[in-house]
C-alpha cells in the first residue's frame, strides 16, 4: 500500500512538471484538491494554501509586511462579519497576480467592449501602440466596467432589441460630444437620460481644454524645450484617446445584434473621464509656467494617493524633464549652458572678470530648481559645472574639459545597478527619447532614481578634486595662504620686528616725503635678514610694499600710509579677490598700529633703561621715572593681550582652514573657511561691522598710548638737556681748578639755582601732564573693558576679564562694579529673563 501512494506521489509530481512552469505551487494546489474529502475540508485546505501562498510571496519582497499580513489575517479569522474568506484572499491573489503580469504593458484608455455575447470576445483582440508601450485589451484592470458580465448577456440582447431609435442617435451624439462636437439630441429627452448624456460630454468639454493648451494660437501653450516635451505627451494622451473613442464609435454604429446603450457607454467613461480630469488639472497649474517651474508643478502629482494619477504625473514628468537631462549633462560634464529659453536653473552673465568668475558669472535661479531636486544637489551641480569652466577658462595650462569629461565618465562607468538610468544619460547625450525602457528596467525615471543624488556626489567630487589638485600643486595655493597670515597678518615675528627697526627712521617722516622704491629696497634687506629668505620664489615675488594715503586732508606720517602687499593673479585672484585684499590691508593696518605701538613703547624702555645709569646723582626725577615705567608696563600689558587674542582667536579658524586645504575639500567650502578665518580675524582685531563702537574706544586707547611714549620722549630730552647741563658745570669746575681759579663763582651759583628751578618746574609740569594723561588713559581703558564685557561675542568678553584679571580697573570705577562686569553678566542676564517670565505668567488682578 505505501508502494503504491508513493508511486502515485511521484507520478503526481512528473504531472506538474510537464505541465506548469511553477510545479511546487501545481503539486501542493493536486494535492489539496484529492485529499480534500468534504466542501467543508476542502474551504479550509484552500484558506491555508492560499494565506501559504500569500506569505511566501511577500516574505520574498519584505518580511515586515509578511508579518503585517499574519496580523491582519488574525484578526479577519476571528471577525464574525467576512465569512467568505477563502474568495476574498482568492481576490487579493488574483490582483495581485494580475498587477504583476501588466507592470510593463499598462494602457492609457480601455479599449471599449459594448457588444453582447458573440460580440464580446471579437473585440477583444484589438491592441494600440504608443511609443514603446503597448496598448491590450486586458480592460477590467483596477477594478472599472467596461463591459457587462457574460451572464446579463441575454437580458442585455432582450433591452437592446426593444431599445428606441432615438436611444441609439443619442448614444452616437455623445460619442461625438466625448469628442468635443456639439449636438442637440439631448433636448427632449428624459432626465436620466440627460444626466448620463451630461457626464459622458464632459469628456468633450476636457477634450477642449487639453486641445486649447497644445494649440500654440491660444497663448496658453508653455514655451521652450521642457514646454513641447510636456505638450508631446499630452498629445500622446489625445491621441491613444483618439483611438478609443473611434473603437468605440465602430462598435456604437453596427447594425442589428450589435452597439451599446448610453449607460453602457458612461460605464466606460468612467476611466477616460477619470484621467482626462487629472490631465486638465495639471495643465491648469502649468499655465504660464517653463523650465524646472513646470516640471515642479507637474511633480506635485507624483505623490498624489491615488496610483493612477501618480502614474499619470510620473510619465509627463519624465517626458518634459529630457531637455532638463541634456542641459544637465552638458553642464556636469563640459561646463556648457545651451539655454536658448531660460529654462535651466543655472544662469550665466556676461561681463564677468577673470577674477570675480567663481563667484559673480554663474548663479542659481531658486525658483527654477526642480522640485524633485535638494538644494544641495543644485547647489553641488552649479560648483561641478563652474569647476569645469574654471579648468577651462582660469586655469589655461591645466588639462582641458574633454579631458575632465573622459575621467568623470571613467569614474562614473564603475556605477551599475539602479544608478543606471542617471549615469547611462550622463554619460552620453542621447538624441531621442530612449529612457522609458531604462525605466522599466530599474522601476524608476532618472529624476526619482537614488542614483540622482549619488552621480550629482560623485561629479561634484570628481571636478572639485582635479581643481584642487591643480591649486595645490601647479599654483601653490598652501604656500599663499601660509603667506597672507605670515606676512600680512604679521604672525612672523622676527621678520616684522626687523621691519620696523629698519623702517623706524624713514616712517617717522611726513608721508609726502616717502617712495616706494626706497621702502622697497629696506623690505628687501629685512627678508635677507630673517627666517623670510627661507621661502620659495614664488612667494618672495609677490611680496611688495605700497602707501595708501588718507583722504581726509590732514597730513600723514608714513606709519599712517605704509602697508604690505601680497600681489596674487590667475587663478588664485578667485580666492583673494579685491574685495579680500582690501580686508587684508583693513587687518594689516589695524595689526601694523598695535605693534607699531608696542615697538614704540620698548624702545621707550630701552631709553629708559639707558638713561636710568646716568641718573645716580639726580634723585629729583626717580619718582616720576618709576611712575612712567610703570604705566609703560601698563601699556604694553594691554598691547600684547590685544595681539594675543587677535592670533589666538582667529587660529582654529586658520587651522581648519589649512586642513581643508590639505585634506582636498572642494573651492567653495575653502572660500567659506577662508571668509570665516577672516571674519574671525577682524572680529577680535575689533574692526567688523559689529564691533565699529570698540574700535572707536579701542583707537582712544592706542592714541592715548602713543601720547604716552611722546611724553617719555619729551621728558627724557628734558633729562638729557639738565643731564648735559650738569655734566658742562662739572667739566669747566675742573678746568678751572686746574688753572688754579675758582671752581664756582656766586653768579654761576646764581644761573645754576635759576636753571635747577627751571628744570624742577619742568619736571612739575610733566608730573601733572602725567596726572590727566592717568585718568585719561584708564578712562579709555576702563570704558574699553566695559564695552567688551557687554559685546555679545564671548572671546571679546573674555579679552575684557584678561584685561582687568586682577581687578585693578574695577576697584577704581563704579561702572565696573557688579552686575555689569563679565563674571556677572550672564547671572545679570539670567536674573532679569527670569524676572520676565514671572512678569508674564503672573494673572492679571481683578
Request: charged content about 20%.
Amino acid at each position: 500500500m505505501d508502494s503504491i501512494s508513493s508511486n502515485l506521489t511521484i507520478l503526481l509530481r512528473q504531472l506538474c512538471e510537464e505541465l506548469s512552469p511553477a510545479p511546487d505551487a501545481a503539486y501542493e494546489l493536486a494535492l489539496s484538491y484529492l485529499t480534500s474529502t468534504n466542501g467543508k475540508g476542502r474551504t479550509v485546505q484552500d484558506e491555508r494554501l492560499l494565506c501559504q501562498k500569500i506569505y511566501n510571496r511577500l516574505a520574498s519582497i519584505s518580511a515586515q509586511d509578511a508579518d503585517k499580513f499574519t496580523e491582519s489575517y488574525a484578526k479577519l479569522k476571528n471577525s464574525l462579519i467576512l465569512k467568505q474568506r477563502v474568495s476574498i484572499l482568492s481576490l487579493l491573489m488574483s490582483l495581485s497576480d494580475t498587477s504583476h503580469q501588466n507592470e510593463s504593458t499598462q494602457q492609457l484608455f480601455p479599449v471599449p467592449n459594448l457588444a453582447v455575447a458573440n460580440i464580446c470576445t471579437g473585440s477583444s483582440n484589438s491592441k494600440s501602440t504608443i511609443g514603446s508601450v503597448s496598448w491590450s485589451s486586458n480592460v477590467l484592470k483596477q477594478g472599472s466596467n467596461q463591459s457587462l458580465p457574460e451572464d446579463y448577456s441575454n437580458a442585455a440582447i432582450v433591452l437592446q432589441s426593444n431599445a428606441r431609435p432615438n436611444e441609439r442617435a443619442c448614444v452616437r451624439d455623445a460619442v461625438l460630444a466625448a469628442m468635443g462636437v456639439r449636438t442637440r439630441s439631448a433636448v427632449g429627452v428624459s432626465r436620466p437620460v440627460q444626466m448620463l448624456y451630461s457626464r459622458i460630454a464632459q469628456l468633450g468639454f476636457l477634450h477642449d481644454r487639453l486641445k486649447e493648451f497644445i494649440d500654440p494660437s491660444s497663448g496658453l501653450m508653455p514655451q521652450g524645450l521642457m514646454g513641447e516635451g510636456l505638450v508631446s505627451s499630452i498629445r500622446d494622451e489625445l491621441t491613444e484617446y483618439y483611438r478609443s473613442i473611434a473603437l468605440l464609435q465602430s462598435q456604437v454604429c453596427e447594425g442589428e445584434g450589435g452597439g451599446g446603450t448610453l449607460r453602457r457607454v458612461c460605464v466606460w467613461a468612467q476611466e477616460p473621464l477619470h484621467r482626462l480630469t487629472w490631465l486638465a488639472n495639471m495643465v491648469h497649474t502649468a499655465h504660464h509656467k517653463k523650465g524646472g517651474e513646470l516640471a515642479s508643478c507637474i511633480h506635485r502629482f507624483v505623490g498624489h494617493g491615488d496610483e493612477r494619477v501618480a502614474t499619470l504625473a510620473r510619465r509627463l514628468l519624465t517626458a518634459l524633464t529630457y531637455p532638463l537631462l541634456l542641459m544637465l549633462t552638458r553642464w556636469l560634464l563640459h561646463g556648457e549652458i545651451e539655454d536658448n529659453f531660460n529654462e535651466f536653473f543655472i544662469e550665466s552673465r556676461n561681463g564677468v572678470p577673470i577674477d570675480r568668475m567663481w563667484h559673480d558669472k554663474y548663479r542659481v535661479r531658486e525658483w527654477m530648481v526642480p522640485s524633485f531636486m535638494a538644494r544641495e544637489q543644485a547647489a553641488q551641480i552649479l560648483a561641478t559645472g563652474k569647476s569645469v569652466v574654471f579648468m577651462r577658462e582660469a586655469c589655461a595650462d591645466e588639462l582641458g574639459p574633454s579631458d575632465h569629461a573622459h575621467h568623470l565618465q571613467a569614474l562614473l562607468k564603475q556605477h551599475n545597478g539602479i544608478h543606471y538610468t542617471f549615469y547611462s544619460n550622463l554619460l552620453q547625450i542621447i538624441s531621442s527619447m530612449g529612457t522609458e525602457g531604462a525605466e522599466r528596467e530599474c522601476g524608476r525615471a532618472w529624476w526619482e532614481a537614488e542614483g540622482l543624488r549619488a552621480g550629482v556626489e560623485a561629479a561634484h567630487a570628481a571636478a572639485s578634486q582635479r581643481l584642487l589638485s591643480a591649486l595645490i600643486s601647479h599654483h601653490h595655493l598652501l604656500d599663499h595662504l601660509a603667506a597672507h597670515r605670515r606676512y600680512l597678518l604679521l604672525a612672523q615675528g622676527d621678520f616684522v620686528h626687523h621691519l620696523m627697526t629698519l623702517l623706524q627712521e624713514e616712517l617717522n617722516k611726513p608721508a609726502s616725503s616717502l617712495y616706494v622704491h626706497n621702502l622697497t629696497c629696506t623690505l628687501e634687506a629685512a627678508v635677507r635678514a630673517t627666517n623670510a629668505q627661507f621661502e620659495p620664489p614664488h612667494v618672495l615675488s609677490r611680496l611688495h610694499v605700497n602707501l595708501y594715503p588718507n583722504c581726509d586732508g590732514r597730513e600723514d606720517s608714513g606709519w599712517d600710509v605704509f602697508a604690505l602687499q601680497y600681489r596674487v593673479d590667475g587663478p588664485l585672484g578667485t580666492l583673494f579677490p579685491a574685495t579680500c585684499a582690501a580686508r587684508y590691508r583693513a587687518l594689516f593696518a589695524q595689526l601694523w598700529r598695535v605693534k607699531r605701538i608696542e615697538h614704540a613703547l620698548h624702545r621707550a624702555w630701552r631709553d629708559h633703561i639707558i638713561l636710568h645709569k646716568r641718573l645716580k646723582y639726580m634723585p629729583e626725577v626717580w619718582g616720576l621715572m618709576r611712575r612712567v615705567s610703570c604705566l609703560r608696563a601698563e601699556a604694553l600689558r594691554l598691547c600684547g593681550a590685544l595681539q594675543e587674542a587677535s592670533c589666538v582667536g582667529a587660529e582654529p579658524a586658520w587651522a581648519e582652514l589649512l586642513a581643508a586645504a590639505a585634506s582636498g575639500h572642494h573651492l567653495d567650502s575653502l572660500l567659506r573657511l577662508h571668509h570665516n578665518a577672516l571674519e574671525r580675524h577682524s572680529i577680535h582685531a575689533m574692526i567688523h561691522h559689529t564691533t565699529q563702537e570698540l574700535q572707536s574706544y579701542l583707537g582712544n586707547v592706542l592714541n592715548e598710548t602713543l601720547a604716552l611714549r611722546s611724553f617719555e620722549t619729551t621728558l627724557h630730552a628734558g633729562i638729557r638737556a639738565e643731564l648735559d647741563r650738569r655734566d658742562r658745570i662739572e667739566q669747566l669746575k675742573a678746568e678751572k681748578l686746574s688753572r688754579g681759579e675758582y671752581a664756582f663763582t656766586a653768579a654761576d651759583e646764581v644761573q645754576d639755582k635759576e636753571k635747577r628751578k627751571i628744570f624742577l618746574q619742568f619736571l612739575a609740569n610733566r608730573k601733572a601732564d602725567l596726572n590727566v594723561w592717568t585718568r585719561t588713559y584708564r578712562g579709555h581703558v576702563t570704558t574699553l573693558i566695559l564695552k567688551l564685557a557687554l559685546h555679545a561675542e564671548i572671546s571679546l568678553q573674555t579679552l575684557a576679564f584678561r584685561l582687568d584679571y586682577s581687578d585693578f580697573y574695577k576697584r577704581g570705577d563704579a561702572k565696573l562694579h557688579e552686575p555689569l562686569t563679565y563674571q556677572h553678566k550672564r547671572l545679570s542676564e539670567i536674573g532679569l529673563n527670569l524676572a520676565k517670565s514671572k512678569l508674564m505668567r503672573r494673572p492679571t488682578k481683578k
